[in-house]
C-alpha cells in the first residue's frame, strides 16, 4: 500500500500492498544486460504450491509461482554471503501466500528457506498472508528478516513480523510479532536495519494508520518503532517515534533507517503525506527525515528533504493501465567514509508533471538542508523504483526501471529494463549508465492494483562493487509469471 485508503475489510483487502525447505540450486542465467555479470536466478520452485489458506473472495487470484518485491542483504565481513527475500505467489487483493528467502555462501549459488511469517510456511505465524519483506545483516553477522502477516478472512488484522538467522540464511529463529492490531488500525511499509556499528542490534520502523472511526476526516499515521539489542532474541513494545497529530488527514509512509558508521548517527527517511478532508485528493507531500543520536531513544523534529512530486504510475501509451512500482517511497544511503546522506526517489520536477524520473537530493550537514534534485534517469522516459547505495569508495550506485525501448503506439507490451548509473564520489558529471538486465514486458506481471513486480527492489554496497536484486517478467507463462534476479556489479562500474 502506497496511499491511504479507509480501513474496512473490503476496502483493504481491495488495496493492500500489501522450516527450510531445500530447492535445486540457482545457477546464472545466460544475459544479464549490456556488458555486465550474468544475472543469477534466486527464485527456485513454488515451496507454497499446495497452500489452500488466504481467499478472501471467489474474486480473490493468487498468481502461482511467482515472486515479486525482493530485498537483499550481504554479510559485511564477506561479500559471498548474501540472503535474498520476496514475496512468494502474489494474490491480486493484497499481500502473497507468504515470504522466501535465498540464501548463498558463494554469491552464486542459492539455495531456499521459507520465512515463518504466514501459515502456509511450515511452523509459520498465525497470519494467513504475508508482505513486505525486509533483510539485514548486522556486523556480527546476524541476519534480521522483516515483514508483515494480514488477516482478511477471520478478520482484518496485521502484525508486523521478525526473525534472526545465525547461519545465513538457512534456518530462522527467534519468530517475533512486534507489534499486532485489529481495524481500524492498519500497519503498513515496515522495514528493518541491523545497526553497523552496534552488534546485536537492528531497528524495524513502519507506518500505523488510525482511522476511528472509521470514514473520511479522521486518519492518523505516524511512524512507529521497535528495537532490538540482544541479536533479535527479544525486541521493545512498539512506539510512535514520528508524530503525525498535528495536522489532521496526515500520514507517513516508506520509513527506513540508514545509520552513519562514524558517528552512530541513526537518519529515518519518510513521506509525509496530508489529504483533503474526504481523504480523495492529497494536498501537500514531502519526504521527511528524522534523526537519533542515542541508537534510537530519542529523535529530532523532522526536516524536509525534498516535495514529492510523483505523479500516478501507468502505462504511458494506455494510461488506462496503472503500475505498481515505487512512487512515495524514498531510497536512503549515507557514505560510510564522509557522512554524505543522499536519497532517490520518483518525481516529477524534470517532466513538467507528465510522469516520473528519479531524481535525487544529497546532504552534507547531517540531514538539516538538502539540495534541489539532480535528475539521474534519461529524461525523455519514465523511470521507477531507484534503489541507491553508496561503497568505500565514496561511488553512488543507482538502480531502477525505465522504459526506454517502448516505442509509440505499442499498447500490448510494454518492454521493460533494468539500469544501473554509477556516479564516482557522487559527482553527476561523471555519471554513467547501463542495463543490468534483460528487456522484458512489464504486462506479464500479476496485476494487484496495478502491474506489479514490487515497490521497492533492492541495491546493497559489496566489497568493492555493488550486487543488486531485481524481478523480470517471463513472456506467457501464466504458472510462473515472474522471477527473481540477482548480480554483482564490480569495481569497474565506475
Same mark, same amino acid.
Given at each position: 500500500?502506497?496511499?491511504?485508503?479507509?480501513?474496512?475489510?473490503?476496502?483493504?483487502?481491495?488495496?493492500?500492498?500489501?522450516?527450510?525447505?531445500?530447492?535445486?540450486?540457482?545457477?546464472?542465467?545466460?544475459?544479464?544486460?549490456?556488458?555486465?555479470?550474468?544475472? =543469477?536466478?534466486?527464485?527456485?520452485?513454488?515451496?507454497?504450491? $499446495?497452500?489452500?489458506?488466504?481467499?478472501?473472495?471467489?474474486?480473490?487470484?493468487?498468481?502461482?509461482?511467482?515472486?515479486?518485491?525482493?530485498?537483499?542483504?550481504?554479510?559485511?565481513?564477506?561479500?559471498?554471503?548474501?540472503?535474498?527475500?520476496?514475496?512468494? +505467489?502474489?494474490?491480486?487483493?493484497?499481500?502473497?501466500?507468504?515470504?522466501?528467502? #535465498?540464501?548463498?555462501?558463494?554469491?552464486?549459488?542459492?539455495?531456499?528457506?521459507?520465512?515463518?511469517?504466514?501459515?502456509?510456511?511450515?511452523?509459520?505465524?498465525?497470519?494467513?498472508? *504475508?508482505?513486505?519483506?525486509?533483510? #539485514?545483516?548486522?556486523? $556480527?553477522?546476524?541476519?534480521?528478516?522483516?515483514?508483515?502477516?494480514?488477516?482478511?478472512?477471520?478478520?482484518?488484522?496485521?502484525?508486523?513480523? *521478525?526473525?534472526?538467522?545465525?547461519?545465513?540464511?538457512?534456518?530462522?529463529?527467534?519468530?517475533?510479532?512486534?507489534?499486532?492490531?485489529?481495524?481500524?488500525?492498519? !500497519?503498513?511499509?515496515?522495514?528493518?536495519?541491523? +545497526?553497523?556499528? @552496534?552488534?546485536?542490534?537492528?531497528?524495524?520502523?513502519?507506518?500505523?494508520?488510525? !482511522?476511528?472511526?472509521?470514514?473520511?476526516?479522521?486518519?492518523?499515521?505516524?511512524?512507529?518503532?521497535?528495537?532490538?539489542? $540482544?541479536?533479535?532474541?527479544?525486541?521493545?513494545?512498539?512506539?510512535?517515534?514520528? +508524530?503525525?497529530?498535528?495536522?489532521? !488527514?496526515?500520514?507517513?509512509?516508506?520509513?527506513?533507517?540508514?545509520?552513519?558508521?562514524?558517528?552512530?548517527?541513526?537518519?529515518?527517511?519518510?513521506?509525509?503525506?496530508?489529504?483533503?478532508?474526504?481523504?480523495?485528493?492529497?494536498?501537500?507531500?514531502?519526504?521527511? =527525515?528524522?534523526?537519533?543520536?542515542?541508537?534510537?531513544?530519542?529523535?529530532?523534529?523532522?526536516?524536509? =528533504?525534498?516535495?514529492?512530486?510523483?505523479?500516478?504510475?501507468?502505462?504511458?501509451?494506455?494510461?488506462?493501465?496503472?503500475?505498481?512500482?515505487?512512487?512515495? &517511497?524514498?531510497?536512503?544511503?549515507?557514505?560510510?567514509?564522509?557522512?554524505?546522506?543522499?536519497?532517490?526517489?520518483?518525481?516529477?520536477?524534470?517532466?513538467?508533471?507528465?510522469? !516520473?524520473?528519479?531524481?535525487?537530493?544529497?546532504?552534507?550537514?547531517?540531514?538539516?538542508?538538502?539540495?534541489?534534485?539532480?535528475?539521474? #534517469?534519461?529524461?525523455?522516459?519514465?523511470?521507477?523504483?531507484?534503489?541507491?547505495?553508496?561503497?568505500?569508495?565514496?561511488?553512488?550506485?543507482?538502480?531502477?526501471?525505465?522504459?526506454?525501448?517502448?516505442?509509440?503506439? $505499442?499498447?500490448?507490451?510494454?518492454?521493460?529494463?533494468?539500469? &544501473?548509473?554509477?556516479?564516482?564520489?557522487?559527482?553527476?558529471?561523471?555519471?554513467?549508465?547501463?542495463?543490468?538486465?534483460? =528487456?522484458?514486458?512489464?504486462?506479464?506481471?500479476?496485476?494487484?492494483?496495478?502491474?506489479?513486480?514490487?515497490?521497492?527492489?533492492?541495491?546493497?554496497?559489496?566489497?568493492?562493487?555493488?550486487?543488486?536484486?531485481?524481478?523480470?517478467? @517471463?513472456?506467457?507463462?501464466?504458472?510462473?509469471?515472474?522471477?527473481?534476479?540477482?548480480?554483482?556489479?564490480?569495481?569497474?562500474?565506475?
Amino acid at each position: 500500500m502506497r496511499a491511504f485508503v479507509p480501513l474496512t475489510a473490503a476496502a483493504a483487502a481491495a488495496v493492500l500492498l500489501a522450516t527450510v525447505t531445500a530447492a535445486a540450486p540457482a545457477s546464472a542465467d545466460p544475459g544479464g544486460g549490456s556488458g555486465g555479470a550474468p544475472l =543469477v536466478r534466486v527464485s527456485h520452485g513454488d515451496p507454497y504450491a $499446495d497452500c489452500t489458506i488466504g481467499a478472501v473472495s471467489p474474486d480473490s487470484v493468487v498468481y502461482p509461482g511467482s515472486e515479486v518485491e525482493p530485498y537483499l542483504s550481504v554479510d559485511p565481513h564477506d561479500p559471498k554471503r548474501v540472503v535474498t527475500v520476496y514475496q512468494q +505467489d502474489r494474490w491480486n487483493d493484497g499481500g502473497a501466500r507468504g515470504l522466501v528467502a #535465498s540464501w548463498s555462501t558463494d554469491g552464486r549459488t542459492f539455495r531456499q528457506s521459507t520465512l515463518p511469517f504466514s501459515l502456509c510456511a511450515p511452523g509459520g505465524a498465525d497470519f494467513e498472508r *504475508a508482505t513486505d519483506p525486509w533483510v #539485514s545483516t548486522g556486523p $556480527d553477522g546476524i541476519v534480521y528478516a522483516g515483514g508483515e502477516g494480514v488477516d482478511f478472512v477471520k478478520s482484518t488484522r496485521t502484525g508486523l513480523l *521478525a526473525a534472526t538467522s545465525r547461519d545465513g540464511g538457512r534456518s530462522w529463529q527467534n519468530v517475533t510479532t512486534t507489534h499486532v492490531d485489529e481495524q481500524p488500525f492498519f !500497519n503498513d511499509k515496515p522495514s528493518i536495519t541491523a +545497526d553497523p556499528v @552496534r552488534k546485536g542490534t537492528a531497528y524495524q520502523v513502519w507506518n500505523r494508520l488510525d !482511522n476511528d472511526p472509521p470514514g473520511p476526516g479522521s486518519l492518523d499515521g505516524p511512524g512507529y518503532i521497535s528495537l532490538t539489542r $540482544d541479536g533479535g532474541r527479544t525486541w521493545s513494545r512498539a512506539r510512535k517515534f514520528v +508524530d503525525t497529530a498535528a495536522v489532521p !488527514n496526515t500520514q507517513t509512509i516508506g520509513h527506513q533507517i540508514v545509520v552513519n558508521r562514524q558517528s552512530g548517527a541513526l537518519y529515518d527517511f519518510f513521506d509525509r503525506i496530508t489529504y483533503s478532508a474526504d481523504l480523495g485528493t492529497v494536498v501537500e507531500a514531502h519526504y521527511q =527525515v528524522v534523526t537519533s543520536a542515542d541508537a534510537g531513544e530519542t529523535w529530532s523534529a523532522p526536516v524536509t =528533504v525534498a516535495r514529492d512530486t510523483s505523479v500516478p504510475e501507468v502505462d504511458p501509451n494506455d494510461p488506462g493501465k496503472p503500475l505498481r512500482a515505487g512512487s512515495t &517511497l524514498p531510497s536512503p544511503a549515507v557514505d560510510p567514509k564522509t557522512g554524505t546522506l543522499y536519497m532517490a526517489y520518483e518525481g516529477a520536477d524534470f517532466s513538467g508533471g507528465s510522469f !516520473n524520473s528519479v531524481q535525487l537530493v544529497r546532504s552534507r550537514d547531517d540531514g538539516r538542508t538538502w539540495t534541489a534534485p539532480e535528475l539521474i #534517469s534519461p529524461g525523455a522516459v519514465p523511470a521507477f523504483s531507484p534503489s541507491i547505495a553508496v561503497d568505500e569508495r565514496g561511488t553512488v550506485a543507482l538502480t531502477y526501471y525505465d522504459l526506454r525501448f517502448l516505442k509509440p503506439g $505499442d499498447t500490448t507490451t510494454l518492454p521493460t529494463a533494468y539500469q &544501473l548509473a554509477t556516479l564516482p564520489h557522487g559527482d553527476p558529471g561523471r555519471r554513467t549508465e547501463r542495463r543490468i538486465s534483460r =528487456v522484458f514486458d512489464w504486462l506479464q506481471a500479476p496485476f494487484a492494483g496495478g502491474y506489479f513486480l514490487g515497490d521497492y527492489q533492492g541495491l546493497v554496497a559489496s566489497g568493492k562493487g555493488f550486487r543488486a536484486v531485481l524481478t523480470e517478467t @517471463r513472456a506467457n507463462a501464466p504458472q510462473n509469471r515472474t522471477d527473481v534476479y540477482t548480480t554483482t556489479l564490480g569495481p569497474d562500474t565506475d
